[in-house]
């Protein structure tokens, strides 16, 4: 008997649209139809994995997915196609590994794809699941509290929450227009902001938050920035944050954000901000973004 797997992502499981599905298939195809929002993504550091909470299916066990209907849940569609692509599994939709990652979800598929170092990370597109999706993650792949909840199409900060219990995860404020990314929290003193300009590392700039009243290192949530030479960071530091941006196809121009955990000193990227605002920021660090602007514009002028 063929298996075969079709993702949905609004209509309800019991409804119209799956009784034709299975009603349909031929003789020898036994069709399953799921939700995607029955699905916890997750990242484990070693592993990108895509679970049913359920427990009641494996991706491993169907002959063919398709992938129906993602438009509404673009994340878990991109998701879905680049893990059944890695996994050399055949499904349709395959138009959905064509979406630029407009969010924190896809651009940490393309990541850690690419072997590029990330947080350990998870992510459900049903925000009443985000304490269930801890308790799976806790057991699962030991996640523990701290944690680091935030908005995936959020900026600046915003949005972003350090929960430290299952109580201050229940009764985050979250908007229902938004999906939340949630990730272990790396101790750390600052961040970095490595500017990548035609595929060359041009300028870091250290963020430093001022006090323990928050864990975020964002200028416009009062952290202090500065002008660092590379020369006093760890040496793989440049080879990440350009590896990072053409993960992405940024190598053109990224802002790529990277923290140092400060007990083990590994390395993490956070983000690759596809438009780095080079006017904007602290004014100490404004002259050097745009001299470095300027500097990349007119090496590309001289190239014609």
Same mark, same amino acid.
């Given at each position: ?13 019991? &409804? ?7 009603? #349909? ?6 069709? *399953? ?11 484990? $550091? ?12 494996? +991706? ?23 893990? !059944? ?7 349709? &939709?395959? *138009?959905?590994?064509? %979406?630029?990652? #407009? @969010?924190?979800? $896809? ?5 850690? +794809? @690419? ?37 995936? *199409?959020? @900026? ?33 003193? #600052? ?6 300009? &035609?595929?060359?590392?041009? !300028? ?11 864990? !975020?290192?964002?200028?416009?949530? &009062? ?14 530091? @440049?080879? *990440?944050?350009?590896?990072?941006? #053409?993960? +992405? ?20 990227? +956070? ?25 990349? %514009? ?7």
């Amino acid at each position: 008997m063929q298996k075969i797997l079709i993702l949905i992502s609004w209509q309800p499981e019991d &409804g119209l649209t799956v009784e034709r599905y299975k009603s #349909r298939a031929l003789e020898h195809q036994h069709v *399953t139809v799921r939700r995607m929002d029955s699905f916890f993504v997750s990242w484990n $550091g070693q592993v990108l994995d895509i679970t049913d909470l359920r427990g009641e299916i494996r +991706l491993k066990d169907f002959d063919v997915v398709h992938i129906a209907g993602w438009q509404p849940e673009p994340d878990m569609g991109y998701v879905f196609a680049h893990v !059944l692509k890695q996994r050399n599994m055949p499904f349709v &939709g395959k *138009t959905a590994l064509e %979406l630029y990652p #407009r @969010s924190k979800v $896809g651009e940490m598929v393309r990541l850690v +794809l @690419s072997d590029t170092p990330y947080p350990k990370s998870f992510y459900t597109c049903d925000n009443t699941k985000l304490t269930a999706m801890w308790n799976w993650a806790h057991e699962r792949h030991g996640l523990e509290f701290p944690v680091v909840v935030k908005a995936s *199409t959020a @900026s600046k900060g915003d949005d972003n929450y350090l929960v430290r219990s299952r109580e201050e995860l229940t009764a985050l404020p979250l908007n229902p227009d938004y999906r939340y990314l949630m990730q272990e929290c790396i101790a750390n003193e #600052r961040d970095y902001r490595v500017l990548v300009l &035609g595929g060359k590392v041009e !300028l870091v700039i250290q963020r430093t938050r001022q006090n323990d009243d928050t864990h !975020l290192n964002n200028t416009s949530q &009062g952290a202090v920035a500065e002008v660092v030479e590379l020369s006093g960071l760890p040496a793989h530091l @440049s080879d *990440t944050a350009v590896a990072a941006a #053409r993960a +992405l196809g940024r190598e053109d121009i990224a802002g790529v954000d990277i923290l140092i955990d400060r007990e083990k000193g590994d390395l993490y990227v +956070l983000e690759v901000n596809k438009t780095p605002h080079m006017s904007l920021g602290a004014e100490n660090v404004i002259e050097h973004k745009l001299h470095a602007l300027f500097t990349y %514009l007119d090496r590309i002028a001289n190239q014609r």
